[in-house]
T-cell receptor, first 113, second 114 residues
Framework: GQNIDQPTEMTATEGAIVQINCTYQ??????LFWYQQHAGEAPTFLSY????GLEEKGRFSSFLSRSKGYSYLLLKELQMKDSASYLC??????????????FGTGTLLAVQP | DTAVSQTPKYLVTQMGNDKSIKCEQN?????MYWYKQDSKKFLKIMFS???????INETVPNRFSPKSPDKAHLNLHINSLELGDSAVYFC?????????????FGPGTRLTVL
């Protein structure tokens, strides 16, 4: 089966650091994506990991451990505009030209002043 | 410049009606997708087309019929709408293959079935 777990909600303070965890159990694995989705808007791409380790991109970093089926998204120097849902998605090995993403239920992050 | 566009943005209709949602991308991608996001914000793949060919069909009722007239367009037609079809439908596109082939999402169509 396919299972991707994230905390439902998190709260953090402006200027702080927050870590959003994602654990997955999927029949195949061909990369893990993080997307950000503001209320009423489309998801937008944040990061991609396919090998173990940390990928850093400005205030955002993403970590992957394939052996543990675990990833996290780290947001530094939080800003009010970071209040959004953060979606973890695993790309399944569907074969051929396919790029099938399986999404977790998302973590709603609220940044408080 | 809109990358992935969808029309309409809002769709309110009665049970039993038939409706269509249109999607267009100008990114030169060869793969397009339809996702459904329910009230709990769970985003689930419905269909994917690569070069106008259906490659993913995720156990969706056959009342839903996607059509891809060319690589830049993927439309979704829904027959005999039901209350449970109420959701936000997102179109997305990407290049095919592996690697960091991110998907670009359209703004979504909020469908409400009364």
């Amino acid at each position: 089966g396919q299972n991707i777990d994230q905390p439902t909600e998190m709260t953090a303070t402006e200027g702080a650091i927050v870590q959003i965890n994602c654990t997955y159990q999927t029949s195949g694995f061909n990369g893990l994506f993080w997307y950000q989705q503001h209320a009423g808007e489309a998801p937008t791409f944040l990061s991609y990991n396919v090998l173990d380790g940390l990928e850093e991109k400005g205030r955002f970093s993403s970590f992957l451990s394939r052996s543990k089926g675990y990833s996290y998204l780290l947001l530094k120097e939080l800003q009010m505009k970071d209040s959004a849902s953060y979606l973890c998605a695993v790309r399944d090995q569907y074969g051929g030209a396919t790029n099938k993403l399986i999404f977790g239920t998302g973590t709603l992050l609220a940044v408080q002043p | 410049d809109t990358a992935v566009s969808q029309t309409p943005k809002y769709l309110v209709t009665q049970m039993g009606n038939d409706k269509s949602i249109k999607c267009e991308q100008n990114l030169g991608h060869d793969t397009m997708y339809w996702y459904k996001q329910d009230s709990k914000k769970f985003l689930k793949i419905m269909f994917s087309y690569n070069n106008k060919e259906l490659i993913i069909n995720e156990t969706v009722p056959n009342r839903f019929s996607p059509k891809s007239p060319d690589k830049a367009h993927l439309n979704l037609h829904i027959n005999s709408l039901e209350l449970g079809d109420s959701a936000v439908y997102f179109c997305a596109s990407s290049h095919s293959g592996t690697g960091a082939t991110e998907q670009f999402f359209g703004p979504g169509t909020r469908l409400t079935v009364l």
